[in-house]
């Protein structure tokens, strides 16, 4: 019998993902909780699956015995609560970043984990959305560069005000900008350092263009054990350029560097995810556009055996927390 998912929380496009890429790794969707605090969002969701069945009470979706997991892309503030009450119920977890918005969230989902064995896991889009991620990840952790000693993770996203709901504007409903954005950043330093005590050392927010105090820059300095770390993320992209943003990330090794253009590369080769990489032996650019993706073929695994090959567990509750401290940390 396949694995079964139903979809609570269409708040953001990012439930189309989450839900194509669950189908494709052989999960079954039940059906989907049709409310919405943005009505294009259902209404994309309707016309790209039409054939899923839309169940009028959510709590259904949370007692059906037959669904493992419970998939959500609400408001940011409504992730962890939801995500909580999927796991009292027996049901793992796929939660869109963030996935948790404060300290007092952190702590239910750690209890919950704890309590009930059940998995929550945060789909960080930025690695686990990029094949040229994975492809960096497989080769750094072969050692094509040496130990890593910095990561240099870049953010920017387009605002596209007029398609953005209310709660996207509320610093208390999507968390503040470092926790909505910097999440995907401090995942990657993590994992490409291999950090075992990763902290903040410095944060800093600012709102500069967009206006009634609404936080469109920010900044982090992360450091560890074993390396260090800056992540810079805004919402500043601008109309001129093709893609929502111009997402990159450059790992410095002690015996070469790797640098990504994820989405574009301006005025250069077309198309996504383009490594560049230089070492001893010179330079070259791999194109890994179009590469398998792992992390849902591996969560839809990690459900039925019970294991953690798409994500530690701990892993996605640090990432959180890190986040949670930078945007408390951070100088204003």
């Known amino acids: 019998m396949a694995t079964r998912f139903g979809v609570i929380g269409l708040d953001h496009r990012h439930v189309y993902e989450l839900t194509q890429y669950l189908m494709d790794a052989g999960m079954e969707c039940a059906g989907y909780w049709p409310v919405t605090s943005d009505a294009g969002v259902l209404d994309g969701f309707r016309k790209r699956f039409p054939h899923l069945p839309e169940i009028a009470e959510k709590a ?177 992209t601008p109309d001129g350029l093709p893609t929502w943003g111009d997402g990159r990330l450059t790992i410095l090794g002690t015996e070469g560097t790797i640098e990504l253009r994820k989405y574009i590369d301006i005025e250069g080769r077309a198309g996504t995810d383009h490594l560049f990489m230089s070492d001893k032996k010179g330079t070259r650019h791999i194109h890994c556009e179009g590469q398998k993706l792992t992390y849902f073929r591996n969560f839809a695994a990690d459900v039925r055996d019970r294991t953690e090959t798409a994500m530690p567990q701990a892993h996605a509750l640090t990432v959180c927390r890190l986040a949670l401290d930078a945007q408390a940390f951070a100088a204003r």
């Open 60 to 236: 259904r979706l949370l007692e059906d015995t037959t669904i493992d997991v419970i998939v959500t892309a609400g408001i940011p503030c409504e992730r962890a609560p939801l995500a909580v009450a999927a796991m009292r119920a027996g049901k793992d977890v796929l939660v869109d970043k963030p996935g948790i918005t404060d300290y007092a969230q952190l702590a239910a989902v750690e209890h919950a984990v704890a309590e009930t064995g059940r998995i929550f896991s945060v789909c960080f889009s930025e690695r686990f959305q990029t094949p040229s991620t994975q492809v960096a990840l497989d080769m750094v952790r072969a050692g094509a560069i040496g130990q890593v000693v910095q990561t240099v993770g870049l953010g920017p996203h387009r605002l596209n005000r007029p398609l953005r709901p209310d709660w996207f504007w509320d610093a208390s409903t999507y968390g503040g900008v470092l926790v909505d954005i910097a999440s995907h950043q401090i995942d990657q330093f993590i994992v490409f350092t291999e950090s075992q005590k990763p902290e903040v050392a410095f944060a800093s927010v600012g709102h500069f263009a967009v206006g009634g105090g609404f936080e469109d820059f920010g900044e982090v300095v992360l450091r560890s054990e074993r390396a260090r770390g800056y992540v810079r993320v805004d919402w500043f």
